[in-house]
Nanobody, 124 residues
Framework: QVQLVESGGGLVQAGGSLRLSCAAS????????MGWFRQAPGKERDLVAT????????DYADSVKGRFTISRDNAKNTVYLQMNSLKPEDTAVYYC?????????????????WGQGTQVTVSS
């Protein structure tokens, strides 16, 4: 059974930092692209960052460029999202996902497996 478990969310003041982790178990995803998405109440689930299978290529939503960094450790089957200079508008549930193929992907329908989500709340 495939399982993705996110951790690292919480409450932080504006300007602060958090590091999210997503550990995959049940199978190896070293040849798959991965992504972080977020969903605020009443809004759609949108891409935050995406990374290809070996970590050599990454891309970000314009709203987080320069503040967030996605990375992965294939030996640990884990993907990370370092979030700096957090803003109240970053408040959302953050989800990690494993893509169907090895590249970077921007839409939810390109991803086959999802974590349960972790809440990030940024206070002003």
């Amino acid at each position: 059974q495939v399982q993705l478990v996110e951790s690292g969310g919480g409450l932080v003041q504006a300007g602060g930092s958090l590091r999210l982790s997503c550990a995959a178990s049940g199978r190896t995803f070293t040849l798959k692209g991965m992504g972080w998405f977020r969903q605020a109440p009443g809004k759609e689930r949108d891409l935050v960052a995406t990374i290809n299978w070996n970590g050599g290529s990454t891309d970000y939503a314009d709203s987080v460029k320069g503040r967030f960094t996605i990375s992965r450790d294939n030996a640990k089957n884990t993907v990370y999202l370092q979030m700096n200079s957090l803003k109240p508008e970053d408040t959302a549930v953050y989800y990690c996902a494993v893509a169907r193929y090895s590249g970077m992907y921007y839409y939810t329908d390109a991803y086959d497996y999802w974590g349960q989500g972790t809440q990030v709340t940024v206070s002003s």
